[in-house]
């Protein structure tokens, strides 16, 4: 069984996944704080097992404090029993393997998941909850293009595409606020094509005239589903990212941002920061490729 075959039927089976999570991160944790140096674990009270479509999903946490820099980090790991199997196949999320404890995923109580910014992420980036819910996103087959009627059709409304710009939106509010309170459709698109011998995976459009008065929708952006077929959940989230940072509203008023920088590789290579915009993009990839001693 390949590995798309797979994530289509385990998906049937983890349906209510999502929700079950968002019920047992809601149910508080009484832990007890560790001084800096102390090994010892702090364990929440137990919770005990829930059946999720015939399997059973049990909750174990821990609570592990190292000294570091003068203050405690903290991580706790959550246990189950099969479920991780699916998510070290699909996600490639980091697991711990210790001689009494098997296939448990860590859990960085100190770092925000990418999309959300809940507390909490794993190795992947992504909280469980984003974890759970990028089980749903599946990239469409040329033959699901197809209308009620049979009719090809180029464009598939997306409900998973828009809630991850939902929560970019939300999350990165200094970037997208003045997209808080416009509405924006999310699409697949059957062929994304190329330009300049590149394959285009997705766009954003503005919405004017005739289509906006029967859309009432400000912004379109669709993902190319054949050029984005290999994509993981991440590689979709910074690509909703930057279709985002194209639309732009100061007023009331609509349009499409361009890129911050247009240029060529070769000629940053030969000739370096010579104008304003590439010197822009050297500070910020400076910033996020300079390696990170503490977490702040």
Not at 11 to 21: A, D, E
Not at 159 to 164: D, R, S, T
Not at 183 to 193: L, M, Q, S, V
Not at 235 to 244: C, G, P, R, S, V
Request: proline share 3%; charged share 30%.
């Amino acid at each position: 069984m390949n590995l798309r075959a797979e994530h289509h039927d385990l998906c049937g089976i983890l349906k209510n996944l999502s929700s079950n999570l968002r019920f047992f991160f809601s149910r508080p944790l009484q832990m007890r704080d560790a001084s800096p140096g102390d090994s010892s674990l702090a364990r929440p009270a137990p919770v005990g097992k829930r059946d999720l479509q015939g399997g059973n999903f049990e909750r174990s946490c821990r609570l592990q404090s190292c000294d570091l820099t003068g203050r405690i980090r903290r991580k706790f790991v959550l246990d189950s029993s099969g479920f991780f199997q699916l998510f070290r196949k699909i996600m490639g999320l980091e697991l711990v393997e210790q001689p009494d404890r098997k296939n448990e995923i860590k859990i960085d109580l100190e770092r925000r998941c990418i999309l959300c910014g809940d507390e909490g992420a794993t190795g992947n980036h992504f909280c469980l909850r984003c974890s759970a819910d990028s089980l749903n996103l599946k990239v469409p087959l040329p033959h699901e293009f197809r209308n009620d009627d049979g009719f090809d059709i180029d464009f598939l409304l997306s409900a998973e595409l828009a809630q991850i710009g939902r929560r970019l939106i939300r999350h990165y509010e200094e970037d997208f606020h003045h997209l808080a309170e416009l509405e924006i459709d999310y699409f697949w698109k059957k062929t994304g094509g190329g330009a300049g011998g590149k394959n285009t995976l997705g766009k954003c459009k503005k919405v004017s005239g005739t289509e906006k008065y029967y859309s009432q929708k400000d912004f379109l952006i669709w993902v190319a589903a054949d050029n984005c077929y290999q994509f993981n959940y991440y590689q979709f989230t910074a690509l909703i990212f930057h279709e985002l940072c194209h639309a732009h509203s100061v007023a009331g008023k609509t349009e499409i941002r361009n890129h911050d920088f247009e240029g060529f590789g070769r000629e940053v290579l030969l000739f370096g920061s010579w104008k304003s915009d590439i010197v822009m993009m050297d500070v910020a990839f400076k910033l996020a490729f300079q390696p990170k001693l503490f977490k702040k």
